[in-house]
């Protein structure tokens, strides 16, 4: 079945403890991206990858780093989180990053708190 | 810069009734236009998209979309409300011209009464 995995679905953390969430993808998609979610704001795009290695930031990027080191995972990074980082987190992968090959699938998303 | 607008945070519906679900959008290229639900603890599943083949775009669970240049909107009917469908929903719009970003609007939670 084609689906974009995300672990752990619900971490509670404390302030500075560094945390990785993971996400897999194995649709062979070019492109992944991270996304937050916090109400009346809708999705906002935090990191995106274009291919292997290829990375940039996005709308809200501080406090996240990402890596991609193999094209089906993209794992998500907080080296120090601050309960600002308290949201909803979603790992999105799609097949290309322009015309038609943009339709995005989602994981089922991560829930993180930050006390 | 792209921005999306959903009128209304909360649009209640009786089962049976029509659902309407505005959304605006702001683009200085043609846009590729985008519908998202996301049931309660779930991720967002595509509804339907437009990608300029076709004004009038027909998704899943009955669900269709209207894209109007003039008015930059692409609201989301569905004829007959099922209990089913209580969800969030959002619009998103992405650049034809550039890389893959989604620019979603704040989401419209549906909620259906009997």
């Known amino acids: 079945e084609a689906q974009v995995t995300q672990n752990p679905r619900y971490l509670i953390t404390v302030t500075g403890k560094k945390l990785t969430v993971t996400c897999s993808q194995n649709m062979n998609h070019e492109y992944m991206s991270w996304y937050r979610q916090d109400p009346g704001l809708g999705l906002r795009q935090i990191y995106y990858?274009?291919?292997?290695?290829?990375?940039d930031k996005g709308d809200v990027p501080e406090g996240y780093k990402v890596s991609r080191k193999e094209k089906r995972n993209f794992p998500l990074i907080l080296e120090s989180p601050s309960p600002n980082q308290t949201s909803l987190y979603f790992c999105?992968?799609?097949?290309?990053?322009?015309?038609?090959?943009?339709?995005?699938?989602f994981g089922q998303g991560t829930r993180l708190t930050v006390v | 810069a792209q921005s999306v607008t959903q009128l209304g945070s909360h649009v209640s519906v009786s089962e049976g009734a029509l659902v309407l679900l505005r959304c605006n959008y702001s683009?200085?290229?043609?846009?590729?236009l985008f519908w998202y639900v996301q049931y309660p603890n779930q991720g967002l599943q595509l509804l339907l998209k437009?990608?300029?083949?076709?004004?009038l775009v027909k998704g899943i669970n009955g669900f269709e979309a209207e894209f109007k240049k003039s008015e930059t909107s692409f609201h989301l009917t569905k004829p007959s409300a099922h209990m089913s469908d209580a969800a969030e929903y959002f619009c998103?719009?992405?650049?034809?011209?550039?890389?893959?970003?989604?620019?979603f609007g704040a989401g419209t939670r549906l909620a259906v009464h009997p």
């Open positions: 683009s200085s290229v043609p846009p590729y």
């Open positions: 990858s274009m291919n292997v290695e290829v990375t």
């Open positions: 437009y990608t300029s083949a076709a004004t």
């Open positions: 998103a719009v992405i650049s034809s011209g550039g890389y893959n970003k989604l620019i």
């Open positions: 999105a992968s799609s097949l290309g990053y322009t015309g038609l090959n943009t339709e995005a699938f």
